[in-house]
Antibody, heavy 120, light 107 residues
Framework: QVQLVESGGGLVKPEGSLRLSCTAS????????MSWIRQAPGKGLEWISY????????YYADSVKGRFTISRDNAKSSLHLQMNSLRADDTAVYYC?????????????WGQGTLVTVSS | DIQMTQSPSTLSASVGDRVTITCRAS??????LAWYQQKPGKAPKLLIY???TLESGVPSRFSGSGSETEFTLTINSLQPDDFATYYC?????????FGQGTKLEIK
């Protein structure tokens, strides 16, 4: 079954850290660029980071640059997001997504999302 | 960064209606535009990419048009399953960006 499953969300204090993971199955993970997209409660979608298939290209939104680090392990079909210096406005559901056709820039497969809550 | 603005923010319609949602980009994005549908508590679903190409499995009552900075999503003959929130997304350049969403409600 083609799917993405996120894990690692939870409650964290401001300035704390959290590492999200996404496990892919049912397709050749190493063929695809991947992104993390988040959605604050009741709000819209925000793309936050992208990684190319061999990790050669990585981009971040300004809102997370310098605090978040995206990585992948193609041998384990997994994607990660290390989040440091977390702030209240990082509270959101975080989605792992797959680029359409490998590197389309738009997203044809989404995980179910994992909720990150930053609060004291 | 490219800003995407959708209108209206909320749209009330009835089953069987034809509705149109507009998405405007702050600068030209050529044809690098996608549309998504999201239902409460669920992940978004890709509907359309490259302005007008329907994703596999998406009903033909959905269509997209436009270019450069102005784009539309049209849904013909609304079905009960279509009441959801719709987002446009540009992938012309990083940072990728989404519109703020249009909530399609039952009248």
């Amino acid at each position: 079954q083609v799917q993405l499953v996120e894990s690692g969300g939870g409650l964290v204090k401001p300035e704390g850290s959290l590492r999200l993971s996404c496990t892919a199955s049912g397709f050749t993970f190493s063929d695809y660029y991947m992104s993390w997209i988040r959605q604050a409660p009741g709000k819209g979608l925000e793309w936050i980071s992208y990684i190319s298939s061999r990790s050669g290209s990585i981009y971040y939104a300004d809102s997370v640059k310098g605090r978040f680090t995206i990585s992948r392990d193609n041998a384990k079909s997994s994607l990660h997001l290390q989040m440091n210096s977390l702030r209240a406005d990082d509270t959101a559901v975080y989605y792992c997504t797959r680029d359409h056709g490998g590197y389309g820039g738009f997203f044809d497969l989404w995980g179910q999302g994992t909720l990150v809550t930053v609060s004291s | 960064d490219i800003q995407m603005t959708q209108s209206p923010s909320t749209l009330s319609a009835s089953v069987g209606d034809r509705v149109t949602i507009t998405c405007r980009a702050s600068q030209s994005i050529s044809s690098w535009l996608a549309w998504y549908q999201q239902k409460p508590g669920k992940a978004p679903k890709l509907l359309i990419y490259k302005v007008s190409t329907l994703e596999s499995g998406v009903p033909s009552r959905f269509s997209g048009s436009g270019s450069e900075t102005e784009f539309t999503l049209t849904i013909n003959s609304l079905q009960p399953d279509d009441f959801a929130t719709y987002y446009c997304q540009q992938y012309h350049s990083y940072s990728y960006s989404f519109g703020q969403g249009t909530k399609l409600e039952i009248k």
